[in-house]
């Protein structure tokens, strides 16, 4: 999507030796705008200043700037826009907004590629990195992709990942926030675009050779909190069977009494799905990156560089008080500020602490895992049985695909019986018996010793979804989607969200597993 140019040297490895910013001797700034329809170019003075604003969190940059309106100036939303200093390319983006004052004056808003991460969508994804999560993106939305860093970590391919309805944007940060996690030393990354290329770098690489005293600012503002990311305790909660019922169970805690004792209890809860394996890493690493104040530094006026973005090293030598930093931080915002032979930036900046301290007070996490899948094989175990598989559930939805049943628009549970007979013994007898409400099928099928559960969100292929009080079933394809009968189209079809198999926008209420492996 955007102009592909050389780019500055922006790319600075830390080399042993910490300098500070450096003044380039002459500044020289280039604005241009082409206009997609007619190719035509304009280079703009503009007035005031140019701000360009960079984020972490796959936030897209921002670039601000004022024009007079002038009829010869025909530039119009979604042209590209380019911002060079000394040659070197800066920013490449695209406008999002015009707003004209009564001076004849329009402020000009643009935004790079980033910005198209803001739309909303929905993946299925088995062992997938993060990298190539976010190659497949780009490639679905035409986004120019430069250099990534490999994230190595993949998600897990049983059960599937599902994304719906979210913002490209969070499944990003979800992944690279997992990637985090789950990988060794825990390696954090940052999605950016660099000069109209969307490129991914690694926390160490993100190290410049930028040093900055007390003598590169002219204001600062420091910040301590334990309000806003601060947990100093942590437990999983899980549903355990518990004979024809369940229960809530904590089956994972990690706390710290020291800071519990000075805070009061700062908890993070952690639900997760059945198949789950790694909540407990998760946990550990939420106590070791969170259980500690959040430490957040503004400062104004710094003489400005480029290379600084979100995601940036910088090495800050200052006394903030309660503590000396002598150390690389982490920028979380920058704001640059170009004028005439003047650059000059803001940076909000975090201070990233060594991992806290906690102690494990309970971990039965994994028997939790063995005791949910065991009943699940008890509760289903005519299923097992019947020798029901994944194949025999994707051969059932083929075969039944179109089908009109005898019932016409009433026709759901005689529908899922059908499908059922071709991979569990008890739903081909329901269907044999000629069963068509939902009740009796759900109190025969508990006869047999299954057990209606609270829908979670979660379902394995074949399990039985119901809907409002007994109203409605489908069978559950475990990616997110279903088989059913449709009464308003007449006949058996599948469903790519199981939120629309009943009344638009409406999850199922409870589940019957069934087994099928």
């Known amino acids: 999507m955007a102009v592909n140019e050389s780019k500055t040297a922006e790319q600075s490895q830390i080399n042993g030796i910490i300098t ?76 999002f907004e015009k707003q004209r004052d009564g001076k004849n004056t329009i402020l000009v808003t643009c935004y790079d590629q980033l910005r198209y991460l803001k739309n909303k969508d929905c993946y299925v994804i088995g062992a997938m990195t993060a990298t190539e999560f976010i190659k497949m993106v780009a490639e679905d939305y035409h986004l120019n992709c430069g250099y990534m860093d490999n994230t190595v970590w993949k998600t897990p391919d049983t059960p599937k990942t599902v994304f719906k309805d979210t913002s490209l944007q969070e499944m990003i940060c979800r992944l690279l926030d997992k990637t985090a996690i789950f990988t060794p030393n825990h390696a954090f990354y940052h999605l950016f675009d660099d000069g109209g290329e969307l490129r991914l770098a690694s926390f160490e690489t993100m190290k410049t050779d930028i040093y900055i005293d007390d003598e590169c600012m002219q204001d600062v503002q420091y910040t301590t909190s334990i309000d806003k990311d601060t947990y100093n305790y942590v437990k999983i909660v899980r549903t355990i069977p518990n004979g024809a019922d369940s229960k809530l169970e904590n089956t994972f ?8 004792a000075k805070w009061g209890r700062l908890q993070y809860l952690i639900i997760p799905k059945e198949k789950d394996i790694n909540a407990v890493a998760e946990a550990k690493a939420i106590m070791a990156h969170k259980n500690k104040k959040t430490r957040e530094i503004k400062l104004k006026n710094v003489i400005g560089d480029v290379r600084v973005r979100g995601g940036s090293l910088i090495y800050i030598n200052r006394n903030f008080g309660d503590i000396i930093v002598n150390n690389y931080m982490m920028v979380t915002s920058v704001t640059h500020t170009f004028k005439t032979g003047f650059h000059g930036m803001d940076l909000d900046l975090r201070y990233v602490d060594n991992d806290a301290v906690y102690e494990v007070a309970k971990d039965e996490d994994a028997e939790a895992v063995k005791k949910i899948e065991a009943s699940k094989k008890t509760k289903s175990g005519s299923a097992t049985a019947a020798g029901g598989t994944s194949g025999q559930v994707d051969t059932a939805f083929n075969a039944n695909n179109g089908r009109v049943s005898q019932y016409g628009s009433e026709g759901c549970v005689d529908t899922a019986c059908a499908a059922g007979s071709y991979y569990n013994k008890d739903l081909a007898d329901e269907y044999n018996k000629g069963t068509s409400r939902v009740d009796t099928l759900r109190n025969n099928l ?72």
Not at 67 to 88: I, S
Not at 454 to 481: C, E, P, R, S, T
């Open 253 to 260: 805690i990690a706390k710290d009494d020291k800071n519990i």
């Open 446 to 517: 508990e006869a047999k010793g299954y057990v209606t559960e609270q829908y979670n969100g979660y379902a394995n292929k074949g399990d039985l979804l119901l809907y409002g009080n007994d109203d409605h079933v489908v069978i559950a394809d475990g990616a997110g989607g279903c088989f059913g009968n449709s009464s308003s189209k007449g006949y058996a079809m599948k469903y790519g969200n199981v939120n629309y198999a009943w009344r638009n926008d409406e999850a199922p209420t409870k589940i019957i597993r069934m087994g099928a492996t």
């Open 20 to 95: 500070p910013i450096p003044m380039p001797i002459q500044l020289h700034y280039a604005l241009t705008v082409i206009n997609k329809s007619t190719g035509d170019a304009w280079l703009i003075e503009p007035q005031d200043d140019i701000q360009i604003t960079r984020a972490v969190d796959c936030v897209p940059s921002k670039m601000t700037f004022k024009v007079p309106k002038d009829p010869n100036l025909n530039f119009e939303e979604g042209d590209t826009v380019k911002f060079t200093l000394n040659g070197g390319v800066v920013f490449v983006g695209f406008v």
